[in-house]
């Protein structure tokens, strides 16, 4: 594997409380990711990382917040969630050059 | 607004024969191309890459084309095998060493039958 792991795997939460989903890397990789899977529409990237404290929105970022306090770690939180982020959540990684992004297994949440 | 579309959700073919996975795209500042294949309750994996510049690129069984005038590209897979079965995403970015953003078609699932 490439040394990119998310946790938790599963996890259930109640609309309105706010979660925390970790991806972890031990590549040193700048570049980290976080997407949402949800059927019909594909990977939509959320909200993205080119450095320690440096991130950006991606194309679905409402209702979503990152940090990146150290090279290896990419916390995506939901502040309240909501019935509508019930996904698969993928982190990525990348090194900045030619090709293409190392994906972890994911995260099912299941909003209730 | 999906710029990065996959309009066949699945695609079942006989293991041996030639699987056709297609891609569409909207945005003409798209200039490089890439394909992950993804099975159950995995992540998804980097399969093949093309950039603007050529019209196809071929890693063993696996080749894309991309037709720019058309907007489109696609993935063909010679001889499929049972193994292959997995659902296929399409993505595209501007830029070949651009990092800020790529987008993915909404997949197709593929069936290789023995």
């Known amino acids: 594997d490439a040394g990119i792991t998310q946790s938790p795997r599963h996890k259930v939460t109640e609309t309105g409380t706010p979660v925390t989903l970790r991806c972890h890397q031990t590549e040193n990789h700048r570049y980290m990711y976080w997407y949402r899977q949800d059927p019909g529409h594909g990977l939509r990237l959320i909200h993205y990382s080119y450095g320690v404290k440096d991130t950006d929105k991606g194309e679905v970022s409402d209702g979503y917040s990152v940090s990146r306090s150290k090279t290896e770690d990419f916390l995506l939180t939901l502040e309240s969630a909501t019935s509508s982020q019930t996904s698969v959540y993928f982190c990525a990684i990348s090194q900045g050059v030619l090709g293409g992004y190392t994906f972890g297994s994911g995260t099912r949440l299941t909003v209730v | 607004d999906q710029q990065v579309k996959q309009n066949s959700p699945s695609l079942s073919v006989q293991e041996g024969r030639i699987s056709i996975l297609n891609c569409d795209y909207t945005n003409s500042m798209f200039d490089y191309f890439l394909w992950y294949k993804k099975y159950p309750a995995e992540g998804p994996t980097f399969l093949i890459s093309i950039s603007s510049i050529k019209d196809k690129n071929e890693d063993g069984r696996f080749t894309v084309f991309l037709n720019k005038s058309a907007k489109h590209l696609s993935l063909h897979i010679v001889p499929s095998q049972p193994g292959d079965s997995a659902v296929y995403f399409c993505?595209?970015?501007?830029?070949?060493?651009?990092?800020?953003?790529?987008?993915f078609g909404a997949g197709t699932r593929l069936t290789v039958k023995p």
């Open positions: 993505a595209a970015r501007e830029g070949i060493y651009n990092n800020n953003d790529m987008r």
